[in-house]
């Protein structure tokens, strides 16, 4: 294996280990148990979404309305326990529901009416920020709430429900591991296994590589990439059921940056062991890797304003290092 190899296969995993020795002589308890259970929950919900990007993204396919959708989700989790008074199984229920209505509506705008996909999912999330205002006339839900029509809430957010965001497993410290990085990892994995060794996953795979080839096979290629979009919807609805559980309350500004952050981890993943390609596993480590920067940045007092800019030059340095080496490969 020549250093090129070497370079495109473990480059990434060697920069995310330096990023972490560093931000760890340099940053006073960034090497805590503590500080590295707050770098995968302030993960976890960005690593979701982004497991749902990467089922877009290997169809050939792209989700712009992953944030929007998991916003619209915690909105519709705070309306319909807060407002409606129900509990938290219909809540988790009705996010769900717009993750899976908000897919087909996606895969049949691409697939059947011929819609890029960007403008798809990109007019999919401007209706989503708008339509999930309209309820509360664009105020956030929380409990005793005012209503529009002068009404008070009565309704409150179920222990349950807020057990999902708040409740953390005894793991060697008490009180250590979130559920949500603990959903996170369940979803990794299961997403992994179905991609990598089902048949279905690997039919989504030739799918995004030859669509035409894949069709001429037998395969139902439309039908294959609309279910690639009820995956990220619903992976964007988990991810807002997470978000307003642990934040108690349907807040309209704090999804602002999970399309980003998302994306950033999904294409991340694509320079991940060399893979040149979405995948679950590169994915994974893309989100991890998003967090341990901003963690590190946060507790080295960096200013705010920096933060999404450093992020993107180690996006676009990661992904022009690894084509760039790959093609040079393959010349």
């Keep these: 294996m020549t250093l090129r190899d070497l370079a495109i296969r473990y480059g990434f995993l060697v920069l995310l280990f330096g990023l972490i020795a560093y931000f760890a002589i340099s940053a006073d308890g960034f090497a805590s148990p503590q500080s590295a259970v707050f770098i995968f929950q302030s993960v976890a919900i960005t690593g979701i979404l982004a497991l749902g990007v990467t089922a877009t993204l290997v169809v050939g396919g792209f989700d712009l309305s992953i944030g929007s959708v998991a916003t619209s989700a915690m909105m519709a989790a705070a309306y319909v326990m807060v407002v409606l008074e129900q509990n938290a199984v219909v809540a988790v229920a009705a996010c769900l529901l717009i993750g899976v209505v908000v897919g087909l509506i996606n895969g049949f705008l691409i697939v059947y009416m011929r819609v890029p996909d960007l403008l798809a999912t990109l007019g999919m999330m401007f209706l989503l920020v708008g339509l999930q205002r309209i309820p509360t006339e664009g105020r956030s839900i929380a409990t005793g709430m005012t209503m529009p029509d002068g009404s008070v809430a009565a309704g409150k957010f179920s222990a349950n429900f807020l057990a999902l965001g708040r409740h ?3 793991f060697f410290i008490d009180n250590l591991l979130p559920v949500s990085v603990v959903v996170l990892l369940v979803l990794a994995v299961l997403i992994w296994f179905f991609l990598e060794y089902t048949r279905f996953g690997r039919m989504m795979y030739a799918v995004g590589s030859n669509p035409r080839a894949a069709e001429l096979a037998g395969a139902p290629v439309k039908a294959y990439k609309i279910w690639a979009y009820v995956i990220s919807g619903v992976f964007a609805s988990i991810g807002g059921i997470l978000l ?3 934040l108690g309350r349907g807040d309209i500004a704090s999804g602002n940056n999970l399309l980003l952050d998302s994306v950033a981890a999904a294409l991340i993943g694509f320079a991940v062991l060399g893979a040149a390609k979405p995948n679950a596993f590169g994915t994974a480590i893309g989100a991890l890797f998003v967090g341990v920067l ?9 200013p705010y304003y920096t933060q999404d800019f ?4 180690v996006l676009v340095v990661a992904l022009v290092f690894t084509f760039a080496l790959s093609n040079r490969g393959r010349a």
């Design 244 to 246: 307003a559980a642990r």
């Design 168 to 170: 953390r497993f005894d």
């Design 310 to 313: 450093i992020k993107g030059v």
């Design 294 to 302: 901003l963690q590190g940045l946060t507790m080295m007092n960096a």
